[in-house]
């Protein structure tokens, strides 16, 4: 069965302290991996995918099959990365069907 | 270019009822997917219609059911309103072919009383 699973709810961190927001995935196959970021009172955006291998807003994930896991990673939290943050599985092909992981908050205090 | 867009934005049902919303994709994009977000099971994927074809379904009762019309706009509807069906719908657009980026509405806030 396809799913994803980030096994914390909230995670805290004070600014300037490294953040890794854990995600683990379950597919026979070969995944397509993307984090999605929503903002308050804003709507749920993409934040990166595996393929592109790019670093966004400092963030970057790498897709490691071997655990089957693709955590996001951030050296130095700044406030405002506090968000919602959504690991999600596509199956290649299948354009439109992501399928999330629960989410977890992140908060960054000053 | 404009995003998705979904209407209305806030509604309030009774028990019974049934419910219609409205999404509009970006120009461009055939690909149309629903989304029901809860505090409870998070984001589950409804549906994904493809040039007015329904191409995927999630794993939810036939209350609920869509249709994609030729200009790509979607809506989608939910008969015999429970109070679980209270929610967040997301709508999303992407473009055709795999490896491109969905893109999210702001959704419609469903309250069912």
């Known amino acids: 069965a396809q799913r994803v699973t980030q096994p914390e709810k909230l995670l805290s961190v004070f600014k300037g302290a490294p953040v890794e927001l854990k995600c683990n995935y379950s597919?026979?196959?070969?995944?397509?991996l993307f984090w999605y970021v929503q903002y308050s009172r804003q709507r749920l955006q993409l934040l990166l995918r595996h393929i592109s291998r790019e670093s966004i807003k400092g963030f970057t994930a790498d897709l490691n099959k071997g655990e089957t896991s693709f955590h996001l990673k951030k050296p130095f939290a700044q406030e405002e990365d506090s968000a919602m943050y959504y690991c999600?599985?596509?199956?290649?092909?299948?354009?439109?069907?992501?399928?999330f992981g629960q989410g977890t908050t992140l908060q960054v205090k000053p | 270019k404009a995003g998705v867009t979904q209407t209305p934005r806030y509604l309030i049902k009774t028990r019974g009822q049934q419910v219609t919303l409205s999404c509009s994709p970006i120009s461009g994009h055939r690909s149309v997917s629903w989304y029901q977000q809860t505090p409870g099971q998070g984001l589950q994927f409804l549906f994904e219609y493809f040039s007015e074809t329904q191409r995927n379904k999630g794993n939810f009762p036939g209350r609920f059911s869509g249709r994609q019309f030729s200009n790509s706009r979607s809506e989608m509807n939910v008969s015999t309103l429970e109070l679980g069906d209270s929610a967040l719908y997301l709508c999303a657009s992407s473009g055709s072919g795999s490896g491109n980026t969905i893109y999210f509405g702001e959704g419609s806030w469903l309250t069912v009383v």
């Open positions: 999600a599985l596509g199956v290649p092909g299948n354009t439109g069907k992501l399928i």
């Open positions: 597919y026979s196959g070969s995944p397509e």
